[in-house]
């Protein structure tokens, strides 16, 4: 690799990428994150929400966007059900109101708001000005007009319907996730109720989530966390329905489900309508676990803290993207790799790196070093000359740090050429950045060992995936 580089004469612009680097954000969060890790592990304590509800009302789809909460209520079965709404008036939550546009005559419920409280998605059986009743609840919005109130509900696109129930819809960018009962075949249904996405404007049919998020029998009401790497939704494959978490790792792709523990969920109870402040301090869900001095079989509205559930799930919580991120890091160093007269492997290099990366480092000269710094086109462009000598990069040893979606990998690599030829050992600085393609290379600074001050070379190379 340090070959090609030297090759490069011409000076070299730099692409800086818009964001802090993660090495940067790393160091600055790795002591907070090293203390949390430290901290004594704490039991999970549930908070019920106290939100008026009626003795033989529930109260659930629980959210809250600045000063402004909704959530829905309904008799038993979710009959009658109806949203309300709360206020924060200086400081102070005022006391809760049924939705303006509310209808006893129809049902409305599942109501999801936008960040900026300014747009209310929910589902109903309410027909349309001059359409018969509907025999299914479909998906509805309405939004705050200039004058302060909410505009009439609008039925969303009929490409996002379909003619069984639509439930649970919430907005995040610009797609929409909703669980459907939609039949089989019908844009990806599985006859059941499932986990769909689309794009929000209804410019294309909804798809179901991949397997394994749709196993069982039923899954319904996603939501995604705050920084978007976690999916969170009720499922009943295990017999009851329970919450559950995926990671995400990609634009579609996501590691194993994983079933939240107790407290959150019960033995006695169904747990359903998670939704995760915007802050990102609390997981708010429905139960229906037993409540003493209140009819069974009603849901409440709970809280508990999301950083302690994610420290209560450990590594498994990231297990898959930690095993990705090893893989990246491996796949690279075989990538850099090539036979005589052949280059490197430029396809995966280029799906590794990030658009915006950025290499650099140091050359050996005569009595003295030589700095490179090029873009990650210019390394690709380097990376696809073929070379008269084979060569293979031998990964000896790897320290990682990691802080959610960005990790810095510290690889001390030996660059091995054809017999004869002695080795070189360098010391390397990548750092990663988990998005929609993956884990993706944003910066990579290397060196070489030093005159009096050789690195260790001995050693086997490390095994693909390598922790």
Partial sequence: MLRRLAALRRPLRVQHARLPLPSTVTMRLLPTLLLLLALPARALTLEPLPLTEAPDEQAYNYQEQGELRVWARSQTGFKASRIWLQRRVEGRWQAPEPWVHGDPRWRDSDPFLSSDGRQLLFISDRPEAGTAPLRHLDLFESRVQEDGRWSPPRRLP??????????????????????????????????????????????????????????????????????????????????????????????????????????????????????????????????????????????????????????????????????????????????????????????????????????????????????????????????????????????????????????????????????????????NSLQWQLGPQGWQLLSLQFALDLPGEPLPAAGECLGPGTP
Wanted: charged residues 20%; glycine residues 12%; hydrophobic residues 35%.
């Fill in 158 to 427: 009929d490409t996002l319907q379909s003619a069984g129930y639509e439930l649970g819809p919430e907005r995040h960018g610009g797609t929409l996730w909703f669980g459907s009962y939609r039949a089989q075949g019908q844009a990806g249904g599985p006859g059941k109720l499932a986990l769909f996405r689309a794009p929000a404007d209804g410019s294309a049919a909804p798809q179901a989530l991949p397997a394994p998020l749709n196993d069982g029998g039923a899954n319904g009401d996603p939501t995604l966390s705050p920084d978007g790497r976690y999916l969170l939704w009720w499922s009943a494959r295990s017999g009851d329905g329970d919450l559950y978490l995926a990671e995400r790792l990609g634009e579609d792709r996501w590691g194993a489900p994983l079933r939240l523990p107790e407290p959150v969920n019960s033995a006695q109870g169904f747990e359903f309508t998670p939704w995760i402040s915007a802050d990102g301090e609390w997981l708010h869900f429905a139960s229906t676990r037993p409540v003493e001095g209140q009819p069974a079989g009603l849901a409440r509205v709970y809280r508990v803290r999301w950083p302690e559930l994610l420290r209560e799930l450990g590594p498994a919580a990231q297990a898959a993207s930690q095993a990705e991120l090893n893989q990246a890091n491996s796949d690279f160093w075989r990538a850099l790799s090539h036979g005589a007269q052949q280059a490197s492997d430029t396809a995966t290099l280029r799906r590794l790196l990030h658009p915006q990366a950025q290499v650099w480092g140091a050359l050996a000269r005569e009595r003295g070093t030589v700095a490179v710094q090029l873009s990650g086109a210019d390394f690709l462009q380097a990376m696809s000359r073929p070379e008269p000598r084979p060569l293979q990069e031998c990964e000896l040893a790897r320290e990682l740090r990691r802080y959610g979606a960005t990790a810095q990998v510290y690889s001390r690599v030996r660059s091995d050429r054809e017999a004869g030829s002695p080795p070189y050992t360098g010391v």
